[in-house]
């Protein structure tokens, strides 16, 4: 059956590309939303650029028809400018009328009331319309096309159970993919492989062209550090693959995923120069905000947000002191301290062009060519900034995407655990040969951590 669905302006902030994927229905537009689109296009960061393309898309539509009649869409559906149903009269007392959210749901309730052959629908990402369409007695959804079911959501690994002999095939130089595996597996999928029988043999492999491998990069130091559980050996493995080309990594916090990522970051462009420069990225959330008001040059701007870097910079100058000499470590003597500061090794990259710390604001048309580019805190993105991040990899570049998709750590409005872009990064980029994922599991951060991590 055909509906009415009547859009929010959030949603096509959340999707710019929103209007494809409504099939052979009709979307209602607001005058209202319009509007707030006229409102937020020269706003700085993640909305104002969502908003400039929802424009344009919506001119680009202009070409097929009329905003008044309805414009057919490619997927057989039309989509139309209302600017009648506009009387707030339906409304209840003690609801403000002069507000926008509440102009937009009376437009859904007259609709709904006077157009008997089709179901109208409110589609909004705001929890409170949510609410007060519901007291209002109208049909009201989220936006779905891009929601990822995150209780099926891709970890990366999986544990297995095999014979002894079979485990000696996997160290003999691989194994072939049994058939019978209870869920789907994909390239460079991780395995801790447990031994049916009394032997008590365990190994963690990978798989790679078909085959289920030992793990190659375990056992090494990384800028001083070496992985401490299961999942973390897995997360270092995809950072130092060669083959791996984007990694996203989840965990909760003091999961690590930070400064494994950048401890790798450091040796491979310091010391290794396997890439030309680090490129780290950061969103500024809430969505909207941006460093532009902020005082002084871009980089005194954006210490404030990229304070997680200098932290994980920080620790892993006390880790690599502390390390042994054959980890790559360095070790002082007891009170003597490295005659350089965080800020003063940060500030001489930055300075030389080997390190830069960005928001997503100055991301777009460049062309990232051998950088590794590290994208923290990807849940508060949108899928569809997400997308436009991987499109810059230029030749020999590798793209990291870490954070927690939970809803707690979420502060963009316009994204939830289930529709933000490090998830459906997750859920689309899983099945290919240059890329891996996995999800972090415990907290290492200190004992204190553990414990707010498990019962807070």
């Not at 655990?417 to 040969?433: E, H, I, P, Q």
């Amino acid at each position: 059956m055909i509906k009415n669905y009547v859009i929010d302006t959030n949603v096509m902030i959340h999707d710019p590309l929103f209007l494809y994927n409504f099939q052979d229905n009709h979307l209602i537009l607001p005058l209202v939303t319009v509007e707030e689109l006229d409102g937020l296009k020269k706003a700085n960061g993640m909305v104002g650029y969502h908003a400039r393309q929802v424009l344009k898309e919506l001119n680009r539509a202009r070409e097929w028809g009329n905003f008044v009649d309805g414009i057919p869409l490619p997927g057989g559906g039309k989509i139309r400018i209302e600017m009648n149903h506009t009387d707030v009269l339906n409304l209840p007392e003690g609801i403000d009328t002069k507000k926008n959210d509440n102009r937009i749901l009376a437009i859904a309730k007259n609709l709904a009331d006077k157009d008997q052959e089709r179901p109208t629908i409110l589609v909004t990402k705001d929890m409170c319309m949510t609410v007060k369409a519901d007291a209002l007695g109208l049909k009201v959804e989220d936006y779905e096309t891009d929601k990822v079911r995150t209780e099926d959501l891709y970890q990366g690994f999986s544990e297995v159970m095999m014979s002894s002999s079979d485990i000696n095939q996997v160290y003999a130089g691989g194994l072939l993919v049994p058939t019978a595996f209870e869920e789907p597996v994909y390239p460079n999928h991780f395995f801790h492989v447990k031994s049916q029988d009394q032997a008590g043999h365990e190994i963690l492999a990978k798989l790679r062209n078909g085959k289920i491998v030992p793990l190659e990069y375990t056992n090494e130091y990384t800028w001083g550090i070496k992985p401490i559980n299961r999942e973390q050996k897995m997360a270092m493995e995809l950072l130092h693959d060669p083959h791996i080309h984007f990694a996203s990594i989840m965990g909760g916090a003091g999961s690590g995923k930070s400064i494994l990522s950048i401890a790798y970051a450091l040796q491979a462009v310091l010391e290794k120069g396997l890439f030309r420069k680090i490129i780290f990225v950061r969103p500024v959330v809430p969505a909207g905000n941006d460093i532009g008001f902020l005082p002084g040059e871009e980089r005194e701007k954006l210490k404030p947000w990229m304070q997680a870097f200098y932290d994980a910079v920080d620790n892993l100058f006390d880790l690599k002191q502390k390390a042994k000499p054959e980890s790559g470590g360095q070790i002082y003597r007891k009170g003597e301290k490295p005659d350089f500061s965080v800020e003063h090794f940060i500030s001489t990259y930055m300075d030389a062009g080997v390190l830069e710390m960005k928001t997503f604001n100055y991301m777009r048309g460049r062309t990232l060519a051998n950088a590794l580019v590290i994208v923290d805190e990807a849940q508060e993105t949108t899928p569809h900034l997400a997308k436009l991040m991987l499109t810059r990899a230029g030749e020999g570049a590798k793209f990291l995407f870490l954070g927690d998709p939970s809803d707690n750590q979420i502060d963009n409005v316009l994204v939830d655990s289930k529709s933000n872009g490090l998830v459906y990064t997750v859920d689309r980029m899983k099945a290919f040969d240059i890329t891996g994922h996995i999800t972090l599991r415990q907290v290492e951060r200190s004992p204190l951590a553990q414990l707010a991590e498990k019962n807070m």
